[in-house]
């Protein structure tokens, strides 16, 4: 009862401190907004947001040049190293690292070419302005940019099958992600799941952290309750989802 009591005693007094900690940080960061509301700084990220619109082809073009084709050069190269293996008389050793090379640049391909994609959705939500002349080929470039970006991902994820004949899926299906994951092995199913879990972890702290920033925003530039909503229900369909797989596996 004591060892519990203690335990107890312990988990309330780190909730409270956490407690003290927060409402600290809070009340600086409130102050911290109010004085950056009333200050010229304001004015200079409304003018970089006329900045945005005004040059959004040029930042497109900007990011084809230093994301997509940059993408492009480390799947050709991480294509080039996995040929090797294919080689005649080439050890068991090199066949290995070859395999462990040619996968490491196809991952940096396929995260480079998906931070490019997000990046265009969020450049057009940016810079969209009915009135802005340049919309039109704006939209031509967004859209190109994109088909680009997921011709690269399905090439890629072909390639891979063509050379494992054990992963499976349409990289074009709604189901790709089901199959593909059955086809792996469990070492690789393993990876697979704590990376994910992992991965969930930290998005659900910046989650949080993104709706309280959307809720100070609120409280300090009126920028509405949508901005509030739409990251609540972002964290809100992320923990839910999580849960109704969690629930459906154990059963």
């Known amino acids: 009862m004591n060892k519990a009591k203690k335990v107890y005693n312990k988990t ?17 960061s409130s102050i911290g907004m109010i004085k950056f509301k009333d200050s010229e700084y304001v004015n200079l990220f409304t003018n970089m947001g006329k900045l945005f619109i005004e040059n959004s082809i040029n930042i497109n073009i900007a990011l084809i040049v230093f994301l997509f084709l940059p993408a492009v050069y480390f799947n050709i190269k991480g294509r080039k190293i996995t040929n090797m293996m294919f080689q005649e008389n080439v050890s068991d050793d090199k066949i290995e690292s070859f395999e462990k090379y040619g996968s490491k640049f196809r991952d940096i391909s396929l995260s480079i070419n998906s931070v490019f994609i997000i990046l265009n959705f969020m450049l057009l939500g940016m810079t969209f302005d009915v009135t802005n002349s340049k919309l039109f080929v704006t939209l031509i470039v967004f859209l190109v940019s994109c088909i680009a970006g997921s011709v690269l991902e399905i090439v890629t994820i072909k390639f891979m099958q063509k050379n494992d004949s054990r992963l499976k899926g349409d990289p074009t299906s709604f189901k790709f992600h089901k199959d593909f994951l059955e086809s792996c092995d469990e070492a690789e199913k393993l990876k697979i799941y704590k990376t994910g879990y992992k991965a969930f972890q930290f998005s659900r702290g910046a989650s949080l952290v993104l709706i309280i920033i959307t809720i100070m ?35």
């Open 12 to 28: 309330a007094f780190r909730l409270l401190l956490l407690l003290i900690i927060g409402g600290i940080l809070g009340g600086i």
């Open 217 to 251: 925003g609120n409280m300090t530039f009126k920028t509405g309750g949508f901005p509030v909503f739409i990251s609540g229900m972002f964290m809100l369909i992320q923990i839910s989802s999580y849960s109704y797989y969690d629930f459906k596996e154990n059963n």
